[in-house]
């Protein structure tokens, strides 16, 4: 993960709905981590602390933009 991270720098969640800080800084799993979902990079989004935060407080929220597909 730190080298995807390292490739994938800047935060992916929409700013206009949360507090970005711009730089990422963890992985979101777009489809839940379940099995090989784990490590399947075309479900990963960057995310800064913020963005992520807000994705899992705002389940309903991020289903309808496409941040969250479980």
């Not at 379940?34 to 602390?49: I, S, V």
Request: charged residues 25%; glycine residues 6%.
């Amino acid at each position: 993960m730190p080298s995807w991270l390292a490739r994938n720098r800047f935060c992916e969640v929409p700013r206009e709905i949360h507090d970005c800080t711009f730089y990422s800084s963890q992985v979101h799993h777009i489809k839940g981590r379940k099995g090989p979902l784990l490590n399947d990079t075309r479900f990963w989004m960057a995310a800064c602390q913020n963005g992520h935060t807000w994705i899992h407080d705002h389940p309903n929220e991020a289903r309808k933009k496409g941040l969250l597909k479980f």
